[in-house]
């Protein structure tokens, strides 16, 4: 127990048979039980946690009968934390990519009550561009932009890492069969907690790298996936959170800015046209463009500004 708190860890696995060992025989001893998801590995990690099994009562091992992504296997595991009654759920990477050291750090909010839901932030120094691969750096700034604007928490900034506590109460009330089961899981819960008004927090953790993990994503595939997941999100809460649960007239800002973007491309598409064949812009269609964009980003820019200020509160 950590503080009079039963903790649950969960550690998605995916052939992760040389390094699933270690994220074990590093768990700090205050952990209550180790729940450890086979995500229908291809290699030995299934035998390898058997094994381990044998020796630590603390774990407990759910196997997947198919593949399901890293964010099945996170439900999986929530699901277990949520049935057990545990007072709080962790998620650790089985790739020993997440610092045990950085646990209590990242419990203590919770634990206190201070908030919901805390979650590693590896950009909170200047030494996280050093030691991430830059392509995993610029893609992770990109989708925390987006993710920003998606979830409603401004305040939030590395959202692709996995590394989080959430409480019994969110644990309870998320529906984790909803969940989307790939990489874009911490995008999912974010814009799912924000929904139900939960407070998160990020943490400072120390970025782990070349200590002998094996990635398999594709950035140039992964932003452009994960954007098209963030918009569909961004509709999803501004509907529930603004329109069904309590309107507020930021709706009606985003959507006169979507209808002036729309109204607005055929015009820049002929200004374009008429520029390549007379060779000029025509001022009236340049004006209308220059109006209309301008009438556009401001739409945009206060209905930010009124999400910032209505999620201000769950820091």
């Known amino acids: 127990m950590y503080k009079e708190k039963n903790i649950a860890v969960i550690v998605p696995c995916y052939n992760e048979e040389n390094q699933i060992k270690k994220v074990v025989s590093s768990m700090p001893d205050f952990v209550d039980k180790i729940v450890i998801i086979d995500d229908k590995s291809m290699d030995n990690t299934l035998k390898v946690v058997k094994d381990l099994c044998c020796k630590n009562d603390k774990i407990v091992l759910i196997e997947h009968s198919e593949n399901q992504g890293v964010g099945g296997s996170i439900a999986s595991g929530y699901k277990y934390a949520r049935d057990n009654d545990f007072d709080c759920a962790v998620v650790m990477a089985g790739d020993a990519q997440m610092d045990p050291n950085d646990l209590s750090n990242l419990l203590d909010p919770v634990v206190s009550g201070e908030t919901d839901y805390s979650k590693g932030n590896r950009l909170f120094t200047g030494e ?39 409480n019994k109460r969110a644990l309870k009330l998320i529906d984790w069969d909803q969940m989307y089961k790939r990489y ?24 782990v790298y070349n200590v002998g993990e094996k990635s398999g994503i594709k950035i140039h595939k992964v932003i452009f996936t994960l954007s ?54 025509p001022p009236m269609t340049m004006l209308a463009v220059m109006f209309i964009t301008i009438m556009a980003f401001q739409s945009f820019l206060f209905a930010m500004w009124f999400d910032m200020e209505y999620n201000k509160d769950l820091k």
């Open 228 to 281: 098209w997941l963030l918009f569909k999100l961004f509709i999803l809460r501004m509907k529930e959170k603004y329109v069904i649960r309590d309107f507020h007239p930021l709706i009606l800002f985003y959507l006169f800015g979507f209808v002036l973007v729309i109204v607005d491309l055929p015009l820049i598409i002929r200004l374009v046209v008429l520029k390549v064949i007379d060779g000029f812009f």
């Open 128 to 166: 996280a561009y050093k030691k991430i691969p830059k392509i995993r750096y610029f893609g992770n700034s990109v989708l925390s932009l987006l993710t920003k604007i998606a979830s409603g928490y401004w305040h939030v900034a590395d959202s692709q890492t996995g590394y989080a506590v959430i």
């Open 184 to 207: 874009g899981q911490p995008n999912d819960l974010l814009v799912r907690l924000n929904i139900y008004n939960f407070r998160v927090r990020d943490v400072f953790i120390n970025p």
